[in-house]
Nanobody
Framework: QVQLRESGGGLVQAGESLRLSCVVSGVSIGDADMGWFRQSAGKEREFVVAISWSGNIIDYGDVEQARFIVSKDNAKNTMFLQMNNLNSEDTAVYYC?????????????WGQGTQVTVSP
């Protein structure tokens, strides 16, 4: 059973930064492609960014690449998302999951996500 626990969200003002964490159990992220997704109110869940099992390859969804930095700590089985210069368009519930590379779809059941709210 794979369990995904996101944290680090909150309420911030436009222009500020936030760092999200994803603690994974049931699968080794050193052996699995992982990524972040988000869902805004009234919209479908979308793919944000993924990092390959090796950590050598990073791929992006339809986001401004320079503002989103994904990383991971295999020893802690934890993935991170550094988000900079946030704006109101980034307001969403953020989820982590395994990633089907190329299809940019989730592999496991969704966790609860973490809410990010950016006030203008």
């Amino acid at each position: 059973q794979v369990q995904l626990r996101e944290s680090g969200g909150g309420l911030v003002q436009a222009g500020e930064s936030l760092r999200l964490s994803c603690v994974v159990s049931g699968v080794s992220i050193g052996d699995a492609d992982m990524g972040w997704f988000r869902q805004s109110a009234g919209k479908e869940r979308e793919f944000v960014v993924a990092i390959s099992w090796s950590g050598n390859i990073i791929d992006y969804g339809d986001v401004e690449q320079a503002r989103f930095i994904v990383s991971k700590d295999n020893a802690k089985n934890t993935m991170f998302l550094q988000m900079n210069n946030l704006n109101s368009e980034d307001t969403a519930v953020y989820y982590c999951n395994g990633v089907r590379w190329g299809a940019w779809e989730e592999r496991y059941s969704w966790g609860q996500g973490t809410q990010v709210t950016v006030s203008p």
